[in-house]
């Protein structure tokens, strides 16, 4: 010790206690390193040397096996920070002081605190006083360079986990169904009991294709999904549990089970509060190489099953709820999904032919954000085609094939049944073990004799419990599907049809009865309408339908119509037409009658020329230039048109005419009509094509 480190050390120093910090990382390093935890002892004597008596030596070691990157946890390090703060200490001692703490925060708040109550830090290098400029720095930078080789030290173990990570070689901890084997290879389990399980899981989903139905069928039927102990006493052992819907989600999602080797799928992140958070990377940022060991599913198998998983999220959004039957024709109301954004699309009528059309319109977005509707579809065909497919499905011979897949099932629960003995079976194995373990133990030895009969009367409970549940299980058991009832079935799926075509069923009932059959459906309007109908159980269709007409070429008029019209219009008047029309049986685009107003939109829309117009290109004229070229008045003219003096053609349904142009011999004011009729050499004729005049 020089003579400057004792000239630091004041009465007022002395006067206080001497605090000995012991620290050790972990519990290995309090096994293996009793070196540096003697060296840390030592410094004890240099304290007393310095003039602290033995009884002020305060040793602050309860640090021992918890790790120093953080003082949250750290008792000891907040007592010590207690102590000096209160003044109570004169030194702080600590073998490489920085270590004291491994942080840099917690290292730089201590040297301001015993800056502050004027407290010397001693370590194995000298004595300082962060009161003074040059032993803070000093401080400062040791802890810093703590600090670092923390840092070096991490990294290099990061860096050395890596590298056997890209190569695969990594022994990171697997997922149950797996083990390492003696040359360190990642096998699978060789538990017969656990494979199974985990076929069974697998397959269940395959024929599910849903995480929750997996679940719901291993509780259905009474089946456990094993889990291996990760730490404790006890690691490695097995234990049996019901399977919960994160559990499955987990073993879906880890790729080990593809026989792949992944690291790296989570990160660690200290949180504000010290603790650590996991923090799931990208699929991207993964080191993942596939084929590494044999697995339970193929890596396709595994891809479609992400695939799938990440459909069955969207399909469970908030957005996607179903919403109940409710009247209206609309068929698929409340379970049309929009291919586009995968948003419900919600129904809106229209009129047509006197009925209602229903249109699937995915508009939420567009309400929301003022922006215009996602996509529109006429569901017209949409459900002409869904009620076709119902049809189809529902005939004596698709439910022959559902009877035999039912007899397939049975199968699959005798299997299951299997499962389930073994289950009773390993109860009692240990039943009977906890028994031998009884009797082999001397009766003398009353503790450990006590200890093993209540394992034993423990085993023998769970055996029974076991057993209950598995007759239980059997009880429950689906009966095969008896004759009779086949053919009860068979009766059902032939009323089918009757019932569904049947005018009077309600449109509710016939939408309850689509909910029985149909999950959901997905549309996507593009060149044509894609149509995706997801059954009941997992079958699905995929269907392609022409664009269906947009309203205004729905209301167009026939071609053959207009065609009439506009000969018709050569002859006769529109109110005419219509009559003629009628009487046909022609009926306009949405499916009406016709009347005069109806022609009259077909002549315009289709640019007909008109009767008027028809007429005075054959050079006839109106009633006011007759009565001008005549020199009488319009009543004169009309007088004798009605006498039948005068060619007139009515161009509309009031009764208007133009008038064929008069001849020479006019008659005159008093001449009787038959006169002048003697005049006319021969009637004019007006033709549906031509005007004739005789000359
Ligand atoms: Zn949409």
Redesign the pocket.
């Known amino acids: 010790m020089s003579e400057a480190s004792h000239q630091k050390v004041h009465a007022s120093h002395l006067r206080r206690n001497a605090y000995l910090y012991v620290r050790q990382s972990t519990m290995r390093q309090v096994f293996e390193n009793t070196e540096s935890t003697k060296r840390q002892y030592a410094l004890r004597q240099r304290a007393i040397a310095l003039g602290w008596a033995v009884e002020q030596v305060v040793v602050i070691d309860s640090d021992l096996g918890q790790s120093g990157a953080s003082a949250v946890d750290r008792e000891g390090f907040q007592r010590l920070v207690t102590e000096v703060s209160l003044g109570k200490a004169g030194i702080v001692l600590g073998l490489e002081v920085s270590r004291l703490a491994r942080n840099s925060t917690d290292w730089h708040r201590l040297l301001e605190i015993c800056a502050l109550s004027d407290t010397l830090i001693l370590d194995e290098d000298g004595i300082y006083d962060p009161a003074h400029f040059n032993d803070r720095l000093l401080l400062g930078l040791k802890g810093t360079m703590s600090e670092a080789e923390l840092h070096v030290l991490k990294a290099r173990l990061q860096g050395g986990i890596l590298n056997k990570a890209r190569r695969g070689e990594l022994e990171s901890p697997l997922p149950v169904g797996f083990l390492y084997n003696a040359s360190h290879q990642a096998a699978m389990d060789p538990d017969g009991q656990v494979q199974t399980s985990l076929r069974f899981f697998f397959e269940t989903f395959r024929r599910t294709g849903s995480a929750m139905a997996t679940v719901k069928a291993f509780r259905g039927q009474g089946v456990l999904f094993p889990r291996r102990l990760k730490k404790g006493l006890h690691k490695g052992d097995l234990l049996w549990a019901e399977l919960t819907h994160s559990r499955a989600l987990q073993v879906l999602h880890n790729p080990r089970y593809a026989g792949a080797f992944v690291y790296g799928r989570t990160r660690t992140r200290a949180q504000a509060d010290g603790r650590d958070h996991l923090q799931k990377r990208p699929r991207g940022e993964w080191i993942l190489l596939p084929g590494v060991h044999a697995g339970y599913l193929s890596w396709q198998e595994f891809e479609e099953n992400q695939q799938c998983l990440s459909a069955n999220a969207q399909a469970h959004g908030n957005d996607r709820r179903k919403s109940p039957a409710r009247e209206g024709p609309a068929l698929l109301q409340g379970l049309v999904l ?1 291919g ?4 419900r ?1 919600t129904v809106r009528y229209h009129n047509h032919k006197a009925q209602l059309i229903p249109d699937y319109v ?1 508009q939420r ?1 567009g309400i929301e954000h003022g922006r215009p509707v ?2 529109s579809i006429n569901g017209e065909e949409i459900d002409k085609t869904i009620s076709e497919i119902l049809l189809e499905t529902m005939t004596p011979m698709a439910l022959e094939v559902a009877l035999s897949v039912q007899q397939e099932m049975q199968a699959r629960m005798e299997e299951v049944d299997r499962l389930r003995r073994k289950q009773v079976e390993r109860a009692r194995y240990e039943a009977d073990l906890a028994e031998r373990r009884y009797l082999q133990v001397d009766p003398a030895n009353r503790l450990v004799a006590d200890v093993l009969e209540g394992e034993w009367n423990a085993k023998l409970r769970a055996l029974h419990g076991a057993q209950e549940e598995y007759e239980r299980q059997c009880r429950d058991h689906l009966p095969a599907v008896t004759d009779a009832a086949r053919t009860r079935l068979s009766a059902l799926a032939g009323d089918f049809p009757q019932v569904w075509v049947d005018p009077e069923t309600p449109d509710r009932e016939k939408k309850r009865m689509i909910r029985l059959l149909v999950e959901d459906v997905t549309l996507v309007k593009r060149e044509r309408v894609n149509m995706h109908v997801r059954f009941k159980g997992g079958a699905m269709r995929n269907l392609e339908l022409p664009l269906p007409l947009l309203a205004i070429e729905m209301r167009k008029t026939n071609e053959e119509v207009v065609r009439e019209v506009d000969r018709l219009l050569d002859t006769y008047t529109e109110g005419e037409i219509a009559l003629m029309l009628n009487e046909k049986g022609m009926c306009s685009g949405a499916g009406n009658s016709f009347t005069q107003i109806a022609v009259q939109r077909v002549r315009r829309t289709y640019h007909l020329t008109s009767r008027y117009d028809r007429l005075r290109a054959l050079g006839l004229i109106t009633v006011g230039e007759m009565a001008q070229r005549l020199g009488v008045t319009s009543s004169a003219v009309k007088y004798w048109k009605v006498r039948g003096v005068f060619r007139a053609y009515r161009y509309n349904d009031k009764g208007e005419c133009l008038y064929a142009p008069p001849r020479k011999n006019l008659p005159g004011k008093g001449t009787r009509k038959q006169a002048y009729l003697k005049q006319l050499e021969r009637p004019l004729s007006i033709k549906s094509d031509e005007v004739q005049y005789e000359a």
Request: hydrophobic share 10%; charged share 20%; aromatic share 0%.
């Open positions: 929009c586009k954004c995968g948003r699309m995915c977005q996602c996509q």
